[in-house]
T-cell receptor, first 110, second 114 residues
């Protein structure tokens, strides 16, 4: 059974500082996704990571994938208030349904 | 929201009553999904569909049924609602299936069962 763990579950960030959040998964996978959810809103796709060493960047967010360690990281550069949201990773593999982590809630304080 | 409409957006109902949630898409995607989101559990798959009249169970399917009579519509029915089914329900669609899903989500339905 594919399991996805995210940590920490909640992170209070100070504006302007850098942070990293993590997503671990239990078995080999084909794809890893990062989604963002604003409070009371739907989920929005951020990144799709397809292979070992893949790195995707958009704005202050950079996601990377290490398939050997079964680990994805989401690095936040110079946190700003607009990044406050819950971030989910989700993992899939052939003939298996997409499995989500429980999400990490980020809160940026001045 | 990628041409996905969920209805209703909010519903309050009583224990034991039937409830149907609707998901309508305009993207002509083959795959459609129903998830529930609860604090501390993330998103959990209830049922999904891989074509008209083709559906399968997810990890939390007990107490739920689905139907897909047209490509664009996917219905989720709670035959006899219970308080444990109070949740936020998201519909999602995907062009590709298992192992290659990139999901687009609807706006969600907040369901309260009293």
């Amino acid at each position: 059974e594919l399991k996805v763990e995210q940590n920490p579950l909640f992170l209070s960030m100070q504006e302007g500082k850098n942070y990293t959040i993590y997503c671990n998964y239990s078995t080999t996978s084909d794809r890893l996704y990062w989604y963002r959810q604003d409070p009371g809103k739907s989920l929005e796709s951020l990144f799709v990571l397809l292979s070992n060493g893949a790195v995707k960047q958009e704005g202050r967010l950079m996601a990377s994938l290490d398939t050997k360690a079964r680990l994805s990281t989401l690095h936040i550069t110079a946190a700003v208030h607009d990044l406050s949201a819950t971030y989910f990773c989700a993992v899939t593999r052939a003939n298996s349904k997409l499995t989500f982590g429980k999400g990490i809630t980020l809160s940026v304080r001045p | 929201d990628a041409g996905i409409t969920q209805s209703p957006r909010h519903k309050v109902t009583e224990t034991g009553t039937p409830v149907t949630l609707r998901c309508h898409q305009t993207e002509n995607h083959r795959y459609m999904y129903w998830y529930r989101q609860d604090p501390g559990h993330g998103l959990r798959l209830i049922h999904y569909s891989y074509g008209v009249k083709d559906t399968d169970k997810g990890e939390v399917s007990d107490g739920y049924s689905v139907s897909r009579s047209k490509t664009e519509d996917f219905l989720l029915t709670l035959e006899s609602a219970t308080s444990s089914q109070t949740s936020v329900y998201f519909c999602a669609i995907s062009e590709s299936g298992m192992g290659h899903e990139k999901l687009f989500f609807g706006s969600g339905t907040q369901l309260s069962v009293l």
